[in-house]
């Protein structure tokens, strides 16, 4: 028998933090986020480890022993339900403690249903993939709505990459738009874009090169761009008349800004800059790559982030948590998580993709145990650290060997394609058919390949026995992946509200086709 203690009609917002479950609703702000924090400190394990290195650091020894044999005994739909929160009866009580806890913790992902997608118009949606179109589609709808909540008539666009929502802003939702991009190559996309669907003569949509950062000179630059969309540019303006050009700043028309997918610190800056510029009556941003936030020191505890956290009550529950756990960090590890997909997919698994992802997850872990053990460098770029994702793994490998000057380099871009992870034989074949040993003197003989592909042989039949490990503790990581992006996320809304700010939380997006679906909606 199961027990299922997640909430079924938990709120799809944020605003005033009533979206808790019904175990957290009347606990107040800060308790709920000190629950979460020590859940995590609790639980660092499961995520702070390089998901190559399973088999040099032993993970599954820090796998409560009462926890294993019922971890290990799930079938396939236990194990795809085991995130969403749903026990067995059977587990110890601390396994279960545990599962209920963090699953009830977690922000609701399901697209909000009062939610409906714009229908794009087919010109406009040229040359978008269906998730794309999918992102699109709902996000200027929640933007089209908030402006005229607002009053807003302009939109400010960051990280505009090829213009795709600003195009569809202002030409179905009569919205005056400028991009902002940070790569000039992006801005001349948007332009030929605009071009090849015959807008060229268009003056209410642009797209201006300029990196956002948190410095008093964006700021000046930003308010100098939201007042010269007060008035409409002429044809032949340039982009530096966009930018520099200052107009009636008493002017009540509104300015909205929005952001799809913004990477690293791009978010927490633009949260900032709404902060500061009040000018902006309104803010839409659905964020990414959590990861990829400026670290200010590795070692720092219990956040290494520079723009995490950015709340007083996050703050202040992060060290008094960190107190308990002064080993405890949220580091790269974390945030690399925060930002995987969701429960959704996984929920769908079947025995041969479990199958799969187990092997491949173990053959680059194996790699990775015989490189380190024979005191080689590994670097593994891309996509490795993908917990759950099922297409082509794209490994590119670059190894070092630390004496005598050896080493093994890569011949093709794309070392091992899906089919190699059918069989570690297969895997070998792939490995050493596309790479080569090399050194100072001459190219090496058949006899050191042999050598390298006994090491390696070896390392599988030693931790064979160990590989149904990788299942769970990527259940389990799975469990923990909302929890993560849910204190992100309320870190970024009590920020706001802090401020005066009016601030909720939607989920936007079906998270099945696109997993970053909670959109931070501000209004001033």
């Known amino acids: 028998m199961y027990k299922n203690i997640v909430s079924s009609d938990l709120m799809a917002s944020l605003g005033d933090f009533s979206c808790f479950s019904a175990n957290y609703k009347d606990i107040g702000t800060g308790n709920y986020v000190e629950r979460i924090c020590r859940v995590l400190a609790e639980h660092e394990w499961i995520y702070n480890f390089q998901l190559t290195r399973f088999f040099v650091e032993k993970v599954w020894e820090k796998l409560p022993k009462e926890w294993r044999e019922p971890l290990l005994s799930l079938s396939t739909d236990d194990l795809n339900h085991l995130p969403a929160g749903r026990v067995k009866d059977d587990w110890p009580t601390s396994l279960k403690d545990f599962v209920e806890t963090a699953a009830s913790l977690a922000l609701p992902r399901q697209q909000s249903h009062d939610l409906v997608a714009m229908e794009i118009n087919k010109d406009l949606a040229r040359g978008m993939t269906p998730k794309k179109k999918h992102e699109v589609s709902y996000l200027a709808s929640v933007v089209r709505d908030t402006c005229r909540k607002t009053s807003c008539s302009t939109v400010i666009d960051i990280g505009s990459g090829l213009g795709y929502l600003g195009q569809v802003l202002h030409h179905q939702c009569g919205l005056q738009v400028v991009g902002v991009e940070a790569q000039a190559s992006h801005v001349h996309g948007a332009q030929r874009r605009i071009k090849s669907q015959g807008k060229d003569a268009d003056t209410q949509i642009q797209t201006v090169n300029l990196k956002l950062e948190d410095t008093s000179s964006c700021i000046h ?3 100098l761009l939201i007042s010269s969309l007060q008035q409409s540019p002429s044809k032949d303006q340039n982009q530096t008349d966009v930018i520099n050009r200052n107009n009636d700043l008493e002017r009540e028309d509104g300015t909205c800004m929005v952001g799809l997918h913004c990477c690293g610190d791009l978010c927490p800056t633009m949260l900032k800059m709404f902060v500061s510029v009040e ?3 309104c803010l839409v941003c659905v964020s990414c790559c959590y990861h990829g936030m400026s670290v200010t020191d590795p070692d720092s505890r219990p956040s290494c982030f520079m723009n995490f956290p950015l709340s007083r009550t996050v703050k202040e529950k992060l060290k008094k948590v960190g ?7 949220l580091n790269v590890f974390a945030m ?6 969701t429960q959704a997919r996984w929920a769908c698994q079947t025995h041969e993709d479990h199958q799969f992802h187990t092997r491949s997850v173990a053959y680059r872990a194996i790699l990775e145990h015989v490189v380190t053990t024979g005191k080689w460098y590994v670097c593994f770029r891309s996509s490795i650290l993908d917990i759950q994702c099922l297409a082509c793994f794209v490994i590119n490998v670059v190894f070092l060997f630390v004496s005598g000057g050896k080493g093994i380099q890569k011949l093709k871009r794309k070392v091992t394609r899906k089919d190699a992870f059918q069989s570690f034989p297969m895997y070998l074949e792939a490995v050493f058919g596309r790479l080569t040993l090399h050194s100072d003197e001459t190219v090496q003989t058949e006899e050191d390949w042999k ?3 006994d090491a390696l042989q070896q390392s599988h039949d030693q931790w064979e026995g160990f590989f149904p490990y990788i299942e769970v503790i990527t259940a389990l990581q799975v469990l923990l992946q909302p929890v993560l992006e849910t204190l992100v996320s309320v870190d970024r809304c009590l920020y706001l509200q802090e ?4 601030t909720k939380v939607v989920p ?5 086709i696109s997993p970053r679906n909670l959109a931070i909606i501000a209004e001033r």
């Not at 690399?336 to 997909?341: G, N, P």
């Not at 401020?499 to 009016?502: F, N, R």
């Open 323 to 329: 107190r308990d756990f002064p080993d405890w960090q």
């Open 279 to 281: 000018r902006l009556k």
């Open 499 to 502: 401020q005066g700010l009016k």
């Open 336 to 341: 690399r998580l925060a930002a995987q997909e």
């Open 451 to 453: 050598k390298y592909h």
């Open 221 to 223: 630059d930003l308010e």
């Open 508 to 512: 936007i997006f079906d998270d099945r």
